[in-house]
């Protein structure tokens, strides 16, 4: 076995002297990604090989290999392996149909190295950039990009009243909004749009069908009377709030939710608006006993009694991420019950203008803020109201979480948390607070927190799957792409500005039934 000890060493100490220039690199914090592309140079003679725990580069006592591309191969295997390197494989698998074609631009040469994080990726970039200043078998590394399709704001009618969900400045009530100050969910829905595995469950005053949910609302539970009716007795309280977090969007009516595919669980906990902790509490245990993944509690109690905590605590150690309005007492130091409890994550309410909702009950246990002042939407009656109060803020948290459980089945109620706070956009004072805890809201931010797979091109509506219903919307769009076809026609699959056969046979491969 030759010793390279003494030639990596000069290396090492050649490439500290000069500077990168020959390597692409993208921030690791632009593309959130754990793959690395890396280029072989034309005239390499070392080949890869990730599989079967053999050498990632081949083994430099192969006499068939030139010194100094031994040496090479084994600092770039120390490297690759110290960075995470989980697999690496050829970005075209396939033969291509011009050989030629694709040898002379280098397609033949290109792999894709998967690491066991976005840090290493970034990592090994560097270290391939370092070696190939003094040439070696690698000439290009950049990390793999992120992206899909153009985000696009939903066709509901009254988007616009939604300064939650869209905000442009628009006057909302006499008050002209900051443009930004939303909870930044539309380029969310590139990535999901929920998923009809996941099930919130709406502990309130009742749900009324609407049109914009009714299709996903499970079987649910009255506690107070004993029985399976949910109708809402409280001037459509839970009716709002759960448009807020499940409206379907993108149907040419109404408004738009933040998850459209999730499914609903209501558990009626008080009779007419007012009740009894141990109703909560009972509705707690029911909820994650019949299969809920999120809970929404826009409720407040003062006193916050030992039944309601245990209860809290319970639905906690099943894995069911609890998620509670903060109080509407404007107390400087008095959360309400439950979301003054460490198990669940409670929500301060802001304006369309980042600004504390004075109402808004304040206090150290805040983790995050969402609006709750003029939020528009469903009420009794198939209409649609605006209403204020943090428990409108809590389901746009809810429904964030939605997203990020249907990207990611085994998200735990710490790790929700955490994501949640550390992906925030701090508004008030520097740092945590008591009026908005981390700050408001950024859905977007959070779900690539997750760092989620790029949804499959053929997943039209976003749900995860590639089945039926999507196949119904490439219909819709058969034929030419009208006027600028980059925005309006999200089937045209192969950018060519007409949506036709060529587009379908790209679905069917991504086909998941």
């Not at 069908?209 to 009377?225: C, I, K, Y």
């Not at 009740?275 to 909820?287: D, K, Q, R, Y």
Request: aromatic share 6%.
């Amino acid at each position: 076995m030759i010793n390279f000890s003494t030639q990596i060493s000069a290396l090492r100490s050649a490439i500290a002297t000069i500077a990168v220039g020959a390597v692409t690199m993208a921030s690791a914090g632009e593309t959130g990604s754990q793959r690395v592309l890396l280029r072989l140079a034309a005239d390499t003679v070392v080949h890869v090989d990730a599989r079967g725990g053999r050498w990632l580069l081949p083994e430099p006592t192969r006499r068939s290999l030139r010194f100094e591309d031994m040496v090479f191969a084994r600092m770039l295997h120390d490297d690759l392996l110290d960075a995470g390197l989980e697999s690496m494989e050829s970005v075209f698998p396939f033969e291509p149909a011009h050989p030629e074609i694709a040898s002379e631009i280098g397609l033949d040469r290109w792999v894709v190295a998967t690491f066991d994080s976005v840090e290493g990726a970034a990592r090994a970039v560097r270290s391939v950039s370092e070696l190939s200043t003094l040439g070696g078998p690698i000439e290009m590394a950049e990390l793999d990009g992120r992206g899909g399709v153009a985000s696009s704001v939903p066709s509901d009618t009254w988007i616009d009243f939604q300064y939650g969900i869209r905000n442009t400045g628009q006057n909302i009530a006499g008050v002209n909004g900051v443009a930004g100050a939303d909870v930044n969910v539309i380029p969310a829905w590139d990535w999901s749009i929920g998923s009809s595995d996941v099930v919130i469950a709406v502990l309130d005053a009742g749900v009324d069908f609407h049109e914009e949910f009714d299709s996903r609302l499970t079987a649910g539970w009255n506690v107070p009377d004993g029985n399976d009716s949910f109708f809402d007795e409280c001037s459509s309280h839970g009716t709002h709030v759960t448009g807020i977090m499940a409206a379907e969007g993108n149907n040419d009516q109404g408004i738009a939710g933040v998850s459209w595919r999730c499914r609903i669980m209501p558990v009626v906990v008080v009779d007419g608006c007012t009740g009894f902790e141990s109703w909560v509490a009972e509705g707690i245990i029911w909820a994650v006993d019949h299969g809920a993944d999120i809970i929404n509690m826009s409720l407040q109690y003062s006193a916050g009694n030992q039944i309601l905590a245990d209860a809290v605590a319970y639905a906690d150690a099943a894995g069911v991420i609890q998620v509670a309005a903060a109080g509407n007492t404007g107390g400087s130091d008095d959360v309400q019950a439950p979301a003054r409890f460490p198990e669940t994550i409670a929500v301060a309410a802001i304006d369309n203008r980042d600004e504390h909702w004075p109402s808004s009950s304040a206090g150290p246990e805040i983790d995050i803020a969402a609006p709750g002042w003029r939020v528009y939407s469903c009420s009794s009656n198939f209409n649609y109201v605006y209403k204020n109060g943090t428990s409108m803020a809590a389901p746009f948290v809810s429904g964030a979480l939605g997203l990020m459980k249907s990207l990611e089945p085994d998200l735990d109620p710490v790790t929700a948390r955490v994501v949640l706070r550390s992906t925030a956009v701090d508004i008030l004072a520097a740092g945590p607070d008591n009026l908005s805890g981390s700050g408001r809201l950024d859905i977007q931010a959070a779900v690539l927190a997750l760092d989620p797979d790029p949804p499959a091109a053929g997943d039209l509506d976003r749900d995860g799957r590639v089945d039926g219903q999507d196949f119904g919307l490439m219909l819709v769009q058969w034929g030419p792409c009208p006027g600028d076809c980059e925005d309006v026609c999200g089937a045209d699959l192969n950018g060519d500005c007409i949506v036709n056969g060529q587009d379908l046979g790209l679905l069917l491969l991504d086909w998941t039934g």
